[in-house]
């Protein structure tokens, strides 16, 4: 017995994917050094490493318990983590507008990340049931029933962070469930229609968008369609001096701890939501490419555990996490460079944040969970 384990835990060390660790660990460390630069005079990059280190504990269980036995309870965690969003929108603290967060000795704690991850397993079961049944009656698509019951997994944690209210955390639900039922097996017919309906649900409230969308939201899309024409002094100014850090870094930037943008307090949240920002202001081009470069190797690595999955469970899984990592990375990136508009959307790894870090590594645990247990019958 003593051999077998010796055995298992050394095919486990080999096994495991440490490329994509040290990924996410050279990620992390430029968030830490960025969040130090740019905000010299607080702890927040202690408190990030705190949880860089508590997200790294998250990982262990996330990867070493295997996936399809973590299957069967993925109802409770989905059903625990809408609960929070329920209690957070009664008990939680309000920031920026949005009570989004539980405050837990000096520490935030916003249930929407964790919910995530869980809508994500929850999602992946269910849809991978599905396969299955379909895939014994030799069917290939899902039904328009199947469809309907995932859109609803979804639906639920959406409609209660828009409550709180923070769309962009919302957003972030719509290409997990885009990716799942891609690979699972959806009919282009419906993926016609969808698109039509998306395009005309565009220009209806693009028409009715006085009476749909707030102001600051009307705002911020007025900033990115006329931006000569923003008030950069009021609504504009995030985004214009978030142009202004990413311009002045050109091609090697100014230096780590030389960023003038947010250490002369210009660039708001330079820790957070425009950390790329601060990135490109004092790496320039060349960090920028770095930067990046670390996100499509973790993307593309992860889509070739996908591949090599033994089960359907193991590639729906796998594309929900890629499709979350990939959205967070497009908005937020598209978003301080001035071609989409704020969203509140962090970057993933790098941004402040201990329910996204922790979050994050919970899911690249399940990432290296599927690789993990490949072989495993």
């Not at 609960?83 to 249930?111: E, Y």
């Not at 397993?121 to 995932?150: C, G, I, P, W």
């Not at 944040?353 to 690789?371: D, E, H, Y």
């Amino acid at each position: 017995m003593i051999a077998t384990m010796a055995n298992q835990n050394r095919r486990w060390l080999v096994d495991f994917d440490w490329w994509l660790l040290l990924a996410a660990l050279a990620l992390t460390a430029i968030s830490v050094t960025e969040i130090f630069s740019s905000q010299p005079n607080s702890d927040f990059w202690f408190k990030q490493m705190i949880w860089v280190g508590l997200g790294l504990t998250a990982m262990i269980p996330a990867t070493v318990i295997d996936y399809r036995r973590m299957a069967p309870v993925a109802p409770l965690f989905y059903g625990g983590s809408v609960v929070l969003l329920v209690l957070v929108l009664i008990f939680g603290k309000t920031i920026n507008g949005a009570r989004a967060w539980f405050d837990l000795w000096g520490f935030g704690i916003q249930p929407s990340e964790l919910a995530k991850v869980t809508t994500i397993f929850a999602l992946s079961v269910y849809l991978a049931r599905q396969y299955e049944q379909k895939k014994n009656k030799k069917e290939t698509h899902l039904s328009l029933r199947d469809m309907a019951v995932a859109g609803l997994i979804v639906l639920l944690p959406v409609l209660l962070i828009i409550i709180q209210p923070d769309t962009g955390t919302a957003l972030t639900f719509i290409p997990v469930l885009v990716g799942a039922l891609f690979v699972t097996g959806i009919r282009p017919r419906w993926i016609l229609l969808s698109a039509l309906v998306l395009v005309v649900a565009i220009a209806v409230g693009w028409h009715y968008r006085y009476s749909i969308l707030k102001t600051y939201q009307l705002q911020r899309i007025e900033t990115l369609l006329h931006p000569d024409q923003a008030d950069r002094r009021g609504y504009g100014w995030q985004t214009y001096q978030s142009k202004i850090a990413v311009g002045s870094g050109g091609p090697i930037g100014k230096g780590i701890t030389k960023s003038t943008q947010s250490r002369l307090k210009f660039l708001p949240y330079p820790h957070t939501d425009f950390i790329a920002s601060v990135v490109a202001e004092e790496t320039g081009f060349l960090g920028m490419m770095v930067l990046l470069g670390l996100y499509m190797f973790v993307l593309l690595r992860s889509l070739g555990h996908a591949e090599r999955a033994r089960d359907q469970l193991g590639v729906i899984l796998i594309t929900g996490v890629v499709s979350l990592f990939g959205f967070h990375m497009m908005i937020n990136v598209g978003m301080v460079v001035g071609l989409l508009p704020i969203m509140g959307i962090p970057l993933p790894l790098v941004s402040y944040g201990g329910s996204s870090i922790i979050t994050a590594f919970v899911a690249l645990g399940l990432i290296a969970n599927v690789r993990l247990h490949r072989h495993v019958n």
